[in-house]
């Protein structure tokens, strides 16, 4: 197996990077804001839960993602390898994820970390705003609330696999094909 975590501050491009490295090497897609937004749709307890901290731009409680992805490793065991997207988000996360991944016998190879400024972060959410039907990306003080919380609590998750040689700082502005070829030339040579 070979997991990877695509790290970067909200606005960065994981979605869109996500998307295209599934496509080219076939890992199963593990995002947090997806899984989230999935149980909002459909109503459950854990969504409505949720909703409270996502509305205002805070972190959801750190059992209930680590819940939720633990549910979501057991319901894909014959996966060749994960890619979390969103996810570690505290230290605590990827501390829990470590363990989850230790029990399956595997672990985290690589994180590929995007960096981008954070005035081109709010652009980017502010337009996504206009056409996503996230509400968390139509208001600029959600935003910039989401971008203190990565501050805070989830850059602490890039020094954490720092210290085990594990991440890969890639710029994430330029075109979405350079900063995806970056990113595959980062794989090829780890896989
Ligand atoms: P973005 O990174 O663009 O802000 P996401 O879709 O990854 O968007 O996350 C949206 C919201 O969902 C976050 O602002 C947060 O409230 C919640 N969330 C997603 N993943 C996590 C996580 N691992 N831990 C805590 N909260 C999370």
Redesign the pocket.
Known sequence: MFNLILFG????G??TQSEKLIAKYGFKHL????L??HEIANETPLGME?KN??DK??????E??IGMISSALDNSADAKGFLF??????AA?AEALDKLLELKKTNIALMLALEVTEEELVKR?LKRGQTSG?S??TNEKVIRA?IT?YQNKTTAVGDYYKTFDKVSIVKGEGTVDGIFNSLSEIIDKRM
Request: aromatic share 6%.
């Open positions: 501050p909200p606005g960065s994981k979605g995002s947090t804001g997806d989230l937004r949720a901290f996502m731009g805070q972190l959801v409680p750190d209930v993602v997207d969103g996810f570690p988000r505290t996360q959410l996230r968390d990306d989401r919380e």
